[in-house]
């Protein structure tokens, strides 16, 4: 398997080469990119065409892979295998996921979901780097990794309980902004100290609300 990996990105990578897509100087994460577009068929007419938002989230995803995993060719097929898996496995699923936030944190402190309705702030969460980019560029990578290791074994329920957490860790800096903006801002860069212990609350949060079996509900 991984011989054929290694000759798979050797090939993608030449002919990105010849088409002069990719270059020496060409950042990783960006070569990563241009090869996924190819082999998924969205590959652009020419380099100055404007990134979609599909595109962010890869970048966003590759770079923190990149942090943790060294060799290129584990690194891309990791990268595009998670990708694959958000776009397929959880298309339907992601969209929901802002409504789902939204009623366990009614459960868990209705009085900092009051506060954010009261600020017009609800929908203006960083929904993009929390369900799409999967904390990438929001949570360092040893916490990350924990968070993306539940998603690639099937639950990308995590995240809204990842996100869950944060806003309850944080409630005291959230209660006291009043501007919708500035929460979104604060939000989008959280303190990286105790990221860890967020995880490990957002897991223990997870199994208190998803890990009892069904039978047993």
């Known amino acids: 398997v991984m011989k054929y990996r290694t000759e798979q990105y050797r090939d993608v990578y030449h002919a990105l080469q010849v088409i002069r897509f990719i270059k020496d100087s060409t950042p990783q994460v960006e070569v990563f990119l241009r090869m996924h577009q190819l082999e998924s068929g969205r590959l652009p007419r020419n380099l100055a065409f404007p990134l979609e938002p599909e595109d962010e989230v890869f970048l966003a995803i590759a770079k923190a892979m990149e942090e943790v995993v060294e060799d290129n060719v584990d690194c891309y097929w990791l990268v595009s295998s998670f990708v694959n898996q958000l776009n397929n496995k959880y298309k339907d699923s992601l969209p929901q996921l802002p409504k789902v936030l939204e009623q366990y944190l009614n459960v868990e402190d ?96 997870w199994h208190k609300h998803c890990g009892t079996p069904v039978h047993l509900v």
Not at 141 to 164: H, N, P, T, Y
């Open 110 to 205: 209705n009085r900092l979901l009051a506060h954010l309705k009261a600020c017009s702030a609800v929908s203006k969460l960083p929904y993009n780097l929390w369900f799409k980019k999967c904390f990438a560029g929001c949570l360092p990578e040893s916490s990350l990794q924990r968070v993306w290791d539940k998603v690639i074994s099937g639950s990308c329920k995590i995240l809204v309980f990842v996100a869950l957490e944060i806003l309850l860790t944080f409630k005291m800096k959230i209660m006291a902004l009043t501007n919708a903006e500035k929460i979104t801002q604060f939000l989008e860069n959280i303190p990286q100290d105790n990221t860890d212990a967020i995880v490990s609350k957002a897991i223990d949060l």
